[in-house]
C-alpha cells in the first residue's frame, strides 16, 4: 500500500477559544476591539481585504507579542509563581496556608503574590487571597500542561518515535485523558505477541468501534471470530482498505455476522496515520513510524477516562466519513454463494 504524505507544508492549528483576543496584534486589518461587534460578516467586501499572505508565522508573531503570552511566559519561568497558582487553585487560603503548602518564606511568597495581583490573577479579601477569574481560567491550563508533559515523559518512548500529525489538537490537549495507558512492546507484532490479551478484552466488549488505515487480518479474525450476539461493530478505514476486503472475500464474512450483530462501516475520505481499537472497556492505540505501522508497539487503556478518550476520537473521525451499505459494496445479493 502507498502512503502519501506532503513533508513541505506544515500547518499548525491554533485554537482561538484560548487566545486573548484583545491582546493580539490587529492593526494589520486596521480593527480596534470594539470593532469587533459591528462587523457584518456576510457583506464583506473581500476585495477591500488586506492582500497580505497571512502566514503561520504571522500567527505565531501575534501570539508572541500578546499580552496572555508574555504573562504565561512571566508565569512558568518563576516555580513560585507556578505553585501560587496552582495553590489558590484548589481552595482560597491565607498567607499561613499558602506558607505551609509551598514551603517558601513569607517575604519571598508576599513578592510572588504582588506580582501575580499586579497581573490581576489574584485578589485579596481580608487576610484572605484567592484567584480572579482569569487566574482560575490560568491555572487550570497550567495544570493541563503540567498534566500532558508529565504523562508524555511517562511514555516518552512511544511517543519520541511515532507520528502523531493525525491526532488532532483538541486531543492532544487532553492527552492526560490516557496517562494509566501502558506502553506495550513486542518483536512479533502485538496482534500476534498478545492476542490472547486481546482477545479476552473484546470478549468483555459489548460496543467495539475500529479506525484503521491498514488491513491487520490477525486483529480483525479475532474481532470477528469471538463476536458474541448483540454486540456492536463499526469500522472506519478507507476506499484502499475496503477494496483489499472485497477482494479477499471479507465481505461474506460480514455479511454472515449481521444477523445477530449490528455491523456498520465507514468509509474516510483520504488517508490516516493511526490505528484505534476504541470499545467500551478499553482502548488500544498504535501509530505509524515514517511512512510505516508499527505493529510492534501499542498503547492499552482499561480507565474510564481513557476509553471516554478512544470513543470521543472515534466519533471524531466518523463526523467525516461515510456510512456504506454492506451488500452493496461488497457485490453480495441475497442467494449469492
Known sequence: MVYYEDDSIRYKEVDLEELDLEELNLKRNNLDVTDLNEIDLENINHNNIDSKEITNENIEEDIRNSKVFKDIKFILTSELRTKLLISLHSSKKNLKSIKN??????????????????????????????????????????????????????????????????????????????????????????????????????LKSRKIKILTPIFVEVQLNIVLNNLNPNRTLE????????????????????????????????????????FLSSCDNFLSLGLFSNEHYDDSTILLDESKNGVKWGLALFEHYKKDAELINIEEYFDIFEGHE
Open 101 to 202: 503548602e509551598i514551603d517558601k518564606p513569607s517575604t519571598a511568597i508576599l513578592s510572588g503574590i504582588r506580582q501575580l495581583k499586579k497581573l490581576k490573577l489574584i485578589k485579596k479579601d481580608g487576610r484572605i487571597y484567592s484567584l480572579s477569574s482569569n487566574g482560575m481560567i490560568l491555572a487550570v491550563n497550567i495544570i493541563k500542561l503540567i498534566e500532558n508533559t508529565h504523562y508524555v515523559n511517562d511514555n516518552y518512548d512511544f511517543w519520541v518515535c511515532h507520528k502523531i500529525k493525525d491526532i488532532p489538537d483538541r486531543f492532544l490537549k487532553k492527552i492526560h485523558y490516557i496517562h494509566n495507558a501502558k506502553h506495550i512492546s513486542c518483536e512479533s507484532g502485538f496482534y500476534t505477541e498478545k492476542s490472547d490479551e486481546f482477545l479476552e478484552l473484546i
Open 235 to 274: 469500522l472506519i478505514t478507507t476506499e484502499e482498505i475496503l477494496d483489499f476486503m472485497r477482494i479477499h472475500g471479507q465481505g461474506y464474512k460480514l455479511l454472515s455476522l449481521k444477523e445477530d450483530i449490528d455491523i456498520k462501516i465507514w468509509k474516510f475520505p483520504k488517508d490516516f496515520k493511526l
